[in-house]
């Protein structure tokens, strides 16, 4: 019976997607001519849904993910693997099928919003608290958010707008804002394609410290070398398609094959 509960334990649900469908619908996708108000016109004629695009950009996807996983997710560009986590974090909604999550998912992109106009400082501060620290915390850590993402290096560039920023510093100061909080599902959008080589490895080390703090981490790259160094399970998204679900060497080497790199 012991080793019944021990077993269970260790194998604890955060993430269930069940034949999982996500489509996108977009407007106005191709250009007419004549005025907006004619083309108005001619929409409402032929009906709301001709004048429709769907794109099935997830198709039934189904996977489960057990706390303390690194699991990287993998694709060429468009296979959906940006939409996956937008639908596991509940930006999205499911076409079909359904997403459980045990605890609140956090979504780290490159291109997640901070505010330009304000200072890096005040930046952090706003995206500790947004992630649901208390002032308290976001004082105690503060310090170790600016020395981790090492945007001060090179001068005292926190305390300026995050507009003077490059797209680097920006996506170092988002993930070192995210990774000072223990997260039960933590999202990565190719934040670690980001910084050189120093920043990577502490960021590989962090990641690896959320998961015995018993998280579950996904992380979406085009470095394999991130993904190697970070997880231990691997998800390949083809065409919206879960084309593979297994151990990160197995995965990678058949990813690498088809991708002939």
Known sequence: MADTETITDARV????ADELHIVYRVNGTRAG???????????????E????????????????????EAIGLIGT??????????????????????????GQPSLL?????????LTGERNVILGGLAMGMSREEVKSRYQDIVDFSGINEKGDFITLPM???SSGMSA????????????????????????????QKRSEARIRELRKEAGTVFLVSHNNKSIRDTCDRVLWLERGELRMDGP??????????????
């Open 248 to 261: 990160t060497a197995e995965v990678l080497k058949e990813y690498e094959k088809f991708t002939g790199k």
């Open 13 to 16: 649900p955060t993430v269930i």
């Open 77 to 102: 560009n468009g296979s959906g693997k940006s939409t996956l986590l937008r639908a596991i974090a509940g930006l999205l909604p499911a076409e079909k099928g359904k997403v459980y999550t045990d």
């Open 33 to 47: 001519k004549g005025s907006a108000t004619s083309a108005l016109s001619r929409m409402l004629k032929r009906g």
């Open 49 to 68: 849904e001709r004048g429709v695009r769907k794109v099935h950009a997830v198709k039934g996807v189904t996977f489960t993910a057990y706390r303390g």
């Open 163 to 165: 507009r003077t920023y």
């Open 109 to 117: 992109g490159v291109n997640a919003a901070l505010m330009n106009d």
């Open 172 to 199: 170092r100061l988002r993930f070192s804002i995210a990774a000072a909080k223990d997260h039960d599902v933590l999202m990565i959008d190719e934040a670690l394609a980001t910084g050189d080589k120093k920043f």
